[in-house]
Nanobody, 123 residues
Framework: QVQLVESGGGSVQAGGSLTLSCAAS????????MAWFRQAPGKQREGVAV???????RYVDSVKGRFTISKDSAKTTLYLQMNSLKPEDTAMYYC?????????????????WGQGTQVTVSS
């Protein structure tokens, strides 16, 4: 049984930083792509960053240079370091795992999802 559990969300002021974590269990960690998505109220779920089994990464343009995705294979943990946060980064952030499209940021290619962690950035 695959389980993804996010943590690390919270409230920060604009310009601040947060690090999200996602503890993964029940999957062959090294053969899956892992990604972070976010969804703000009234908006569609958006792919933020993805890392594949070869540690290649891809980011949505709005977070390039500010967010960094990484994974600790030994601990099966995925991270999202978020710097220079903006109010428009406010959303529920979800961890996801899948194997159908290695560097996709399309939600439909991911099979497993966490419950989400809220990030709120105030101006």
């Amino acid at each position: 049984q695959v389980q993804l559990v996010e943590s690390g969300g919270g409230s920060v002021q604009a310009g601040g930083s947060l690090t999200l974590s996602c503890a993964a269990s029940g999957l062959t960690y090294r053969t899956y792509s892992m990604a972070w998505f976010r969804q703000a109220p009234g908006k569609q779920r958006e792919g933020v960053a993805v890392v594949d089994s070869g540690a290649r990464t891809r980011y949505v343009d709005s977070v390039k240079g500010r967010f960094t995705i990484s994974k600790d294979s030994a601990k099966t943990t995925l991270y999202l370091q978020m710097n220079s946060l903006k109010p428009e980064d406010t959303a529920m952030y979800y961890c996801a795992a899948g194997s159908r499209a290695p560097l996709s940021l399309v939600a439909g290619y991911f099979d497993w999802w966490g419950q989400g962690t809220q990030v709120t950035v105030s101006s």
